[in-house]
């Protein structure tokens, strides 16, 4: 059988966390609310699963290649409590205890290190599991990589597989880019095509696949896309053009990293 490695995403569990859990407090009353929620978490998937390797990835404070290409790239986002990221060094020293290690990478977001170790695990001939709340990290679901998403709280997930992914969103894994980049994500402030919403994204992947074709499509009159595709498509070219790369998850970050079995 194959070796099992679990990828966290550590700010999308800290951020359920700390919605879900009371504002509990040590002894010292310092807030530990998250510290308690993510570490019980991962001690549950130790027990539950005993997988080979489990890894938490994080994102670091500062600028990526994103903000660095969209200025505009998450710039609407409120700065959380104090005390919501002063719990992030307890938290990774506590899953450093139990033998989960926490990994960053300066540049990337924590997204492009589980996809990093994720492809690599597979090229390793592992299989990978991907704990996450965000469903940009769908696009990475392949035979060997699946992503369970955070549904309750922290306490239920739904796993999501390659053989699920279609009947559970109308989507393809490789069609997740396309359609994020048609319809945008308000949440890291990416705007998308005005006048295409879900449906209009979903008919156009259907039809032609990806963006590239698409756009093919929209400047050839003769084709048989229906107007008001054409038009949206066209009003928007020019801020699609730059939205492949902010929305695919890197697979390439140059991490110093050996997937290690649990001792």
């Not at 307890?90 to 290690?101: A, D, K, N, R, T």
């Amino acid at each position: 059988m194959s070796k099992r490695l679990v990828l966290l995403d550590g700010n999308a569990l800290l951020h359920r966390a700390w919605h879900a859990l009371p504002p509990l407090t040590s002894p010292k009353g310092v807030i530990v609310n998250a510290v308690y929620g993510v570490v019980m978490a991962a001690i549950k998937v130790l027990e539950q699963e005993s997988p080979d390797a489990f890894i938490a990835c994080w994102d670091l404070e500062g600028p990526t290649f994103r903000h660095e290409a969209f200025t505009a790239y998450k710039a609407q986002r409120e700065t959380k409590e104090d005390e919501l990221y002063a719990q992030i060094p307890m938290i990774q020293e506590g899953l450093s205890c139990l033998g989960v290690p926490s990994y960053t990478a300066e540049g990337f977001e924590a997204d492009d290190v589980i996809g990093t170790l994720a492809a690599r695990a597979e090229r390793e001939g592992w299989t990978v599991s991907i704990l996450t709340g965000d469903r940009d990290l769908l696009q990475l679901i392949t035979k060997n990589i699946e992503v369970r998403l955070f549904r309750k709280g922290i306490s239920e997930t739904e796993l999501v597989t390659v053989d699920t992914m279609e009947g559970l969103f109308g989507l393809t894994p490789g069609q997740m880019v396309e359609y994020k980049m048609l319809r945008g994500d308000a949440s890291d402030n990416i705007p998308g095509v005005s006048g295409i919403g879900d449906k209009g994204a979903k008919e156009l992947i259907a039809m032609y696949g990806a963006v590239d074709a698409m756009m093919r499509a929209a400047h050839d009159t003769t084709s048989s896309m229906p107007n008001r595709y054409r038009k949206a498509l066209l009003a928007g070219e020019h801020e699609l053009a730059g939205l492949r790369s902010l929305v695919t998850i890197r697979c390439d970050v140059p991490l110093e990293i050996e997937l290690v079995p649990l001792s």
